[in-house]
């Protein structure tokens, strides 16, 4: 009963969070270009697939990945070995970076381009090379930023120092990094917080500031996702001086 | 056939994403910490849930709004060129097309939605979900229509970033300091599964069709506004948020 309570409401929140914009696709489409729908009605199924998996994936948060990242976050500070932390910090960022689809994309489009304006030689095993050079660089700066991040958390270190020296390294290396990796880096660090990775994250930091004394579950729980999009920039500039 | 078939196979492809991050999290449980799972039946449901539920999301996007969204975008680009004379003011509609893309994307983002979710339980309610996910839906809102208004004029990427940067580090200093780690953290949740794939093709549509414009250097510009002015955006809400209590105080 109380699960069908839970699913209703998210289904109700998935009609609301949709709302926008199906409004401003059905408004361009008939309003601005004027143009009639092309098949309406798998349109219909488009839509109505999408509201019930928001809402499963609402529900599935609350019941699945929040509370399993919290208890291991608990847990971990409770049994206070560092070591075993940060090795299971450093896995989940990596981990769950290394496989996700949208980076494969990225850095195989980037070792294509790199390719073709003479970066690395123009052949098929050295592109592979090349695309899988730049995917274990970006994952393993994401389970970095989860270290330093959780490191963090742990000493209470303020966040905005962290970052802000992370963004000044970001655009000195944009001046001697060659020219052909910089927009691939920069993209690199937008495309690594997939929607498994983030709740996950999140749940992991805010779990761990709200069992540690002395730490506020808001100012010191957020964060990990900032780190995890910033180190990846720098990684990957760092692997591009380092190949060339 | 596409609709028996299309399902299995992005449930296959979510499966490869939540799969092993279940595995990691058993693993630690039981190897490392020793405990059992709690309530391991439930949690196991709710990661089916969330495999389920992406797999439908996905699927149901790619079904019902990326294919229109897509078109829609290049043919605005190519629509605002064919228009007329090629001043920046001819894009207007793409302008608001981009303005509107950027907010109602964000607004259906489900990790926004994860994270706005977190924040407010671990304010205990002193931040909003919904006022928090306004907020960072205005930022990309902003953000994308002033990115493709630099696609369509030619001005410089760096510019706009190094004085976006500056902005965050003045208001990182003057803003209430519980919100500046939230406000980072959205920068970098912003650009996921819904935003990027139509905005992608509206940076690609305009940079192709704008005379002078190659869509390798000035395609990927977007997300990188997508990711700054939330920040931006946020923290304003929160200083906002903080003037109005102190003049309420007085």
């Avoid at chain 1, 070792?111 to 690395?120: D, Q, T, Y």
């Avoid at chain 2, 693993?27 to 309530?39: C, D, E, S």
């Avoid at chain 2, 389920?52 to 079904?63: E, H, T």
């Amino acid at each position: 009963m109380q699960f069908a309570a839970a699913l209703g409401k998210a289904l109700l929140g998935a009609c609301r969070d949709l709302a926008p914009i199906v409004l401003v696709i059905a408004v361009f489409q008939l309003l601005v270009l004027q143009q009639p729908f092309p098949e309406f009605a798998s349109i219909l199924i488009g839509l109505a697939l999408v509201v019930v998996g928001l809402a499963f994936f609402v529900v599935g948060l609350d019941i699945g990945l929040f509370p399993l990242g919290e208890a291991l976050a608990e847990e971990f500070a409770r049994k206070g070995s560092l070591f075993w932390l940060l090795l299971f910090a450093f896995t989940l960022g990596a981990g769950t970076t290394v496989a996700e689809p949208a980076l494969i994309a990225v850095t195989r489009e980037g070792a294509i381009a790199a390719a073709e304006s003479g970066l690395i030689n123009n052949l098929p095993e050295a592109i592979d090379r090349y695309a899988l050079g730049v995917r274990l660089t970006v994952a393993l700066s994401v389970g970095a930023a989860i270290v330093v991040g959780v490191l963090r958390i742990l000493r209470g270190w303020p966040l905005p120092v962290l970052i802000v020296s992370g963004y000044v390294l970001v655009m000195v290396m944009t001046l001697f990094a060659p020219e052909g990796i910089v927009g691939l880096a920069y993209d690199s660090g937008g495309v690594t917080t997939s929607t498994v990775t983030v709740p996950l994250v999140t749940a992991l930091g805010v779990g761990l500031a709200r069992t540690i004394r002395g730490r506020d579950p808001v100012t010191d729980g957020f964060g990990l996702i900032a780190l995890a999009s910033l180190t990846p920039m720098i990684f990957v500039m760092l692997f591009g001086l380092l190949v060339h | 056939m596409d609709i028996i078939f299309d399902p299995l196979r992005l449930l296959l492809a979510t499966a490869k994403d939540v799969v092993p991050v279940l595995l990691l999290l058993v693993l630690f449980q039981t190897l490392v910490l020793k405990r059992p799972i709690p309530r391991p039946g439930r949690i196991i449901f709710g990661f089916c849930l969330v495999l389920v539920g992406m797999a439908c999301f996905l699927g149901g996007l790619d079904l019902a709004l990326f294919p229109l969204g897509r078109s829609m975008a290049i043919l605005l680009a190519e629509g605002a060129r064919s228009g007329g004379a090629d001043t920046w003011a001819s894009y207007g509609w793409v302008y608001l097309f981009a303005l509107l893309v950027g907010f109602s994307t964000t607004i259906a983002e489900p990790s926004l939605i994860a994270v706005a979710h977190k924040a407010e339980e671990a304010s205990r309610h002193s931040i909003s979900a919904w006022g928090l996910r306004l907020a960072v839906a205005i930022g990309v809102a902003v953000g994308i229509a002033l990115g493709t208004f630099r696609i369509v004029s030619g001005t410089p990427l760096y510019l706009y970033i190094m004085v976006g940067y500056v902005v965050v580090a003045v208001q990182t200093v003057l803003a209430p300091k519980m919100i500046v780690p939230l406000a980072y953290d959205s920068g970098g949740v912003t650009t996921s599964t819904v935003t990027v794939p139509l905005v992608a093709a509206l940076g690609l549509g305009l940079a192709s069709n704008v005379p002078g414009r190659s869509p390798a250097l000035d395609g990927f510009g977007l997300i990188a506004f997508a990711s700054l002015f939330p920040i931006i955006s946020v923290l304003g809400y929160a200083q906002l948020a903080q003037f109005k209590a102190r003049r309420r105080h007085r």
